[in-house]
Structure formats: structure tokens, C-alpha cells
């Protein structure tokens, strides 16, 4: 079993609001091996009424920084559970019957999104002009990996091993031959992991002084909502997503793993996944660099 969490994962706030969530059908039961439940009149229970019974967890907002969060955090085997194969055939299928129209999205996220040449605009002052050499952490089939004309070297670390279908460059999962990289990708991750600054410690190791990390992940409908008063309360479920950040609870974790932000940029996206200044989906672009110190 994973565990549950008591502090804010960004800034280690113990000054949280709570309220009872659900996780939605399809992450308890690929996850957790828990599908919801009809309790009926064949249960025989007297004191409970009949009705569908879904695996319960905790929402969790910092006071601090503005952090949303659900309490449980899976573990290993559990995210293994979750991710491997991610998007493959069993995933979208047991996805489909939970959420009807799964595959229809499924397809078009597969194709990559619409908006590679606002990330390259965004990050192009933060890099050289030479050719760049490349690792994308959780980078899937390379799909959505930036610079595809100028790099020389594309490392892919990703849970689901899939085979890289995108450019020239072999995935490697793990040990990389490369000892220098000119820009570290960590594009729509973080919003996954059960321990974000594990993650971003794990990646330290792999930055020089030059090295520009680019993290990217959602800005929710939610957190951008200012008509909330209570966000924890008004999060009553769960899926993939498990961390809605906040602008400050990204910079609060930045600056613990000794990261300091060089740049950052909220873009807008149509359905589509392309730029859209009337976008219902936005995301958060960073361009990031070490500490001097770390």
C-alpha cells in the first residue's frame, strides 16, 4: 500500500484544509485493483443503504502556498500498475468503459499536442543556437519532445517503455551515456507523481551549470478559479492528475530543490491542443536553471 501525507508537498505546510474526495473508477481499479461496488438487497445489510461504493481518499489544500492535493500517495508497484503500458491497448480499454469517448480522445493525444513552436519560442533566449542534445524525462514516444530539427542527442526516460516513434535517436530508460544536456524536459509529470520534489532530485544530478529545465504542467480549471473559496471542498475527485499546482506552490518547490526560475508563461489551448488566446485549457511553461550553490 502507498501512504497518506499530512504536509503540503511543496512547501511542508502542516496548514491544510481537508474534505472527503473520491477516486474516479478508473484510477481505483487500475491502481488499486478497487472498481466501484453495487452494495444491494443481497448484501443483507440492514444499516446501509443500497447504492454504488467508491474508494474514498482526502483533498488537501495548503493554506501557504495554495497547493491541491489528494492525501494518498501510490506507491511503486501501484504506479507501475498505472502507468506501464500507458495508453496502450488494456489501458484504453478499460478507460473506454469507465469513460465512454476515452478512445476518440485517445487518438488524437497520440498524434502529439499543437503547440511544440510556443515551447521553442519560449525557451530559444535560455539556449544555444548550436545543436542540442536532449533528455526528456517522462517523454513517452518523443511525440511531443521539442527541437526535432536541432538536436543531436534525445535521451527518453518513461516508465510505459514504449519503443520511440518520433525522430532518429534511440530511448533509453535509466542509464544515460550522455554526460551533458543542453535542456531537460519534464512536461506534464509532475501533475502525476506522488513525490514531485523526489522526482525533481533525481534530475539534479543530470543538470550542469548550463543546463536549462523546462517543467510544464497544467494550470486546472480549479486553481484558476477565483470565484472558490474552499478548494479542497470543491475538489470531490481524483484521477491521473494528483497535484494541482499553484504559481506559488511550484515556485515553493523549485526553490527547495535549489532551482531558481528564469522564466515563466501561462499559455491558453483549445481543444485541440494548440494555441488559442480563447483556450479553456491553459498550461504553466518554466525555464529553469541550478543554484549556483547546489
Not at 518547490?253 to 491558453?268: D, E, M, T
Request: net charge negative; aromatic share 10%.
Amino acid at each position: 500500500m502507498g501512504q497518506t501525507v499530512a504536509s503540503c508537498l511543496c512547501c511542508d505546510s502542516s496548514s491544510l484544509d481537508a474534505s472527503p474526495a473520491i477516486w474516479m473508477p478508473f484510477i481505483a481499479h487500475r491502481a488499486l485493483g478497487l472498481p466501484p461496488l453495487l452494495i444491494d438487497s443481497s448484501w443483507g445489510l440492514r444499516t446501509i443503504p443500497e447504492g454504488m461504493a467508491y474508494c474514498l481518499c482526502n483533498s488537501l489544500h495548503c493554506r501557504d502556498c495554495g497547493h491541491l492535493f489528494v492525501d494518498y500517495r501510490f506507491n511503486e508497484q501501484e504506479m507501475q500498475a498505472l502507468y506501464t503500458d500507458y495508453r496502450g491497448d488494456e489501458y484504453t480499454q478499460l478507460r473506454e468503459l469507465y469513460e465512454p469517448g476515452y478512445i476518440k480522445r485517445n487518438s488524437m493525444l497520440s498524434c502529439g499536442a499543437g503547440y511544440k513552436s510556443a515551447v521553442e519560442s519560449f525557451l530559444d533566449p535560455f539556449l544555444p543556437q548550436h545543436s542540442l542534445a536532449i533528455l526528456d524525462w517522462g517523454g513517452d514516444t518523443g511525440v511531443n519532445t521539442p527541437y526535432e530539427d536541432r538536436r543531436h542527442c534525445l535521451d527518453i526516460y518513461d516508465p510505459s517503455q514504449k519503443p520511440l516513434q518520433f525522430g532518429k535517436s534511440i530511448a533509453r530508460s535509466g542509464a544515460f551515456e550522455q554526460n551533458h544536456y543542453d535542456l531537460i524536459v519534464l512536461s506534464e509529470v509532475l501533475e502525476h507523481i506522488p513525490f514531485p520534489e523526489e522526482t525533481l532530485h533525481l534530475i539534479l544530478p543530470k543538470m550542469s551549470a548550463d543546463t536549462i529545465l523546462y517543467v510544464e504542467f497544467p494550470f486546472e480549471n480549479l486553481q484558476r478559479s477565483e470565484c472558490v473559496v474552499n478548494l479542497a471542498s470543491s475538489k470531490r475527485h481524483w484521477h491521473e492528475h494528483i497535484n494541482f499546482f499553484s504559481l506559488q506552490s511550484a515556485f515553493s518547490l523549485f526553490s527547495k530543490c535549489g532551482l531558481v526560475v528564469l522564466a515563466h508563461q501561462i499559455l491558453s489551448l483549445g481543444d485541440d491542443l494548440r494555441p488559442s488566446s480563447l483556450g479553456v485549457h491553459q498550461i504553466f511553461m518554466f525555464a529553469i536553471q541550478r543554484q549556483a550553490d547546489h
